[in-house]
Every structure is written in structure tokens, then in C-alpha cells.
């Protein structure tokens, strides 16, 4: 009788255990299956770009060259025959050309430096988020916009934004 006791304490301690075991295993197999794994970066990716400040806005834009700058001497004062003549355009903003859009595509954009699929990526824009439209394409499928609060300029495909 005593050891039927035994083995039947035995058997019940060693299902325990088995059980324990195996609710203690799933428990940690399912905590690091909900883990993210990391953000795949492939090589014809190009990560976004912050907006660098710049002392010259118009040299920032992509699409427009350099101006020309005059450096005077400190202790000579710059006279007006010394300037150059041509003035730099300003690029345009949302008070001077544009309308403001949001964008309405739920993946956001893909800013790019030219209106063509096959253009480099120069950052993107958030679903959402507001921009400035500067211009559309002659073919009607790019627009050019500006990202408010910052010089980048870039490409989207149209269609997707609001205004």
C-alpha cells in the first residue's frame, strides 16, 4: 500500500513538473516571437536626410544653383559697385506660390530629387502630413512640394495628397 502511495505521488509530481515546464517554455517562445526584428536596410535604399541649416536658403534648394557671394575685407566697407548686380529668387514658399495639401496615401511618400520613379530617394513624407505643393509636372503625375518648417524640396507622385 505504501507503495502504491509512492508511485502514484511520484507520477503526479512528474506530470506537474512536465506541465510547469511546459507552460514556462511557451511563455518565453511567445515573449520573443512578439519582438520586432529590426527595420531591413537593402543597398538601394538611401536613408532620409535631415535638412542641414545653411546661412545662403537658396543654395539649399536642389534645384537651384549657388548664388555668387561677395566677401568685403572687415575694415572696408562694401560699396555698392562692389555687390553684384543679379539678386537671387527667393525659392518659393507657401505665402509666395503653392497651396498647402496633407497627405492622404495611409504609407506616406516617397520624396525623391526628380519627377521619375527611377530618381534617387531623398527622404519621405508621413501619412497626414502637410506640405506645400510648389508645382506640378508638365505630364501631371509628379508634384513638387516643400516640407513646412524645413528647405527640403522633393518629389511626390500625385494623387496623393489633398488640399
Known amino acids: 500500500m505504501f507503495g502504491l502511495i509512492k508511485f502514484f505521488t511520484g507520477f503526479t509530481m512528474a506530470i506537474a513538473i512536465l506541465f510547469f515546464a511546459g507552460v514556462s517554455l511557451s511563455r518565453y517562445a511567445i515573449a520573443r516571437l ?9 543597398p538601394n ?23 555668387p557671394t561677395v566677401v568685403a575685407p572687415s575694415s572696408v566697407a562694401p ?7 543679379v539678386s537671387p529668387t527667393p525659392s518659393p514658399t507657401s505665402e509666395t506660390a503653392g497651396y498647402q495639401a496633407r497627405v492622404v496615401q495611409p504609407i506616406g511618400l516617397i520624396l525623391r530629387d526628380n519627377p521619375s520613379r527611377d530618381s534617387s530617394q531623398i527622404g519621405g513624407v508621413e501619412y497626414n502630413e502637410a506640405v506645400v505643393v510648389l508645382e506640378t509636372s508638365s505630364d501631371g503625375e509628379w508634384l513638387r512640394v516643400q516640407l513646412p518648417g524645413s528647405n527640403m524640396e ?10
Open 79 to 85: 560699396t555698392p559697385s562692389v555687390l553684384p548686380s
Open 45 to 67: 535604399d538611401n536613408p532620409p536626410l535631415s535638412p542641414v541649416p545653411t546661412a545662403n536658403p537658396v543654395a539649399s534648394s536642389p534645384t537651384t544653383a549657388p548664388s
Open 154 to 163: 522633393g518629389w511626390i507622385k500625385a494623387g496623393n495628397t489633398e488640399k
Open 34 to 42: 512578439t519582438i520586432l526584428p529590426p527595420k531591413p536596410m537593402f
